[in-house]
T-cell receptor
Framework: DAMVIQNPRYQVTQFGKPVTLSCSQT?????MYWYQQKSSQAPKLLFH???????NEADTPDNFQSRRPNTSFCFLDIRSPGLGDAAMYLC???????????FGPGTRLTVT | QKEVEQNSGPLSVPEGAIASLNCTYS??????FFWYRQYSGKSPELIMS????GDKEDGRFTAQLNKASQYVSLLIRDSQPSDSATYLC????????????FGQGTTLQVKP
């Protein structure tokens, strides 16, 4: 089945220790998104890639970076995680802009 | 600030009843609208998309869109306890950005 996969599903990191979350997709979608979702809040878009073009949201902290080495994979790097970065990180894909977005299962990040 | 508003609930309905979830949006330029279901601790799951005024039916779900009133709704017929979840309404953000503006979600409780 075509799908969006995220690894790891759970990640524990120490305050200030860099962490990388990964997302892969077998849907061959052009667009990949990274969202942050905290408890009882709506998902918040961090950035997205349209093919190789990177689009950062204005309010995304510099601490968050992303890479998309090929169509299938996208990574979220948090350079120096703070306690406030503990959240569910969601990867989503869509065939094109304005089309349906399909979410992966998410990575739950805990910062100690 | 472009917004999507939902009543946070909880909305409680008996099993077998119709659940009606409502959403309003502020950006008249939005053309695409989506309903996601999110179980506690899980990622959002797309259940309906709607792009044109009127109704769109898929199984027990019906999405309704009224662009003049800037109103989107989701009806769930024959509600089941397994429908108990948070329902997120999302509207397309600024054109050609791929950004979704999410509401805060409505929690639905279906009681046996």
């Amino acid at each position: 089945d075509a799908m969006v996969i995220q690894n790891p599903r759970y990640q524990v990191t120490q305050f200030g220790k860099p962490v990388t979350l990964s997302c892969s997709q077998t849907l061959n979608h052009n667009v990949m998104y990274w969202y942050q979702q905290k408890s009882s809040q709506a998902p918040k878009l961090l950035f997205h890639y349209y093919d190789k073009d990177f689009n950062n949201e204005a309010d995304t902290p510099d601490n968050f970076q992303s890479r998309r080495p090929n169509t299938s994979f996208c990574f979220l790097d948090i350079r120096s995680p703070g306690l406030g970065d503990a959240a569910m990180y969601l990867c989503a894909t869509s065939r094109d802009i304005s089309y349906e977005q399909y979410f992966g299962p998410g990575t739950r990040l805990t910062v100690t | 600030q472009k917004e999507v508003e939902q009543n946070s609930g909880p909305l409680s309905v008996p099993e077998g009843a119709i659940a009606s979830l409502n959403c309003t949006y502020s950006d008249r330029g939005s053309q695409s609208f989506f309903w996601y279901r999110q179980y506690s601790g899980k990622s959002p799951e797309l259940i309906m998309s709607i792009y044109s005024n009127g109704d769109k039916e898929d199984g027990r779900f019906t999405a309704q869109l009224n662009k003049a009133s800037q109103y989107v709704s989701l009806l769930i017929r024959d509600s089941q306890p397994s429908d108990s979840a948070t329902y997120l309404c999302a509207a397309e953000g600024p054109s050609n950005t791929g950004k979704l503006i999410f509401g805060q979600g409505t929690t639905l409780q279906v009681k046996p």
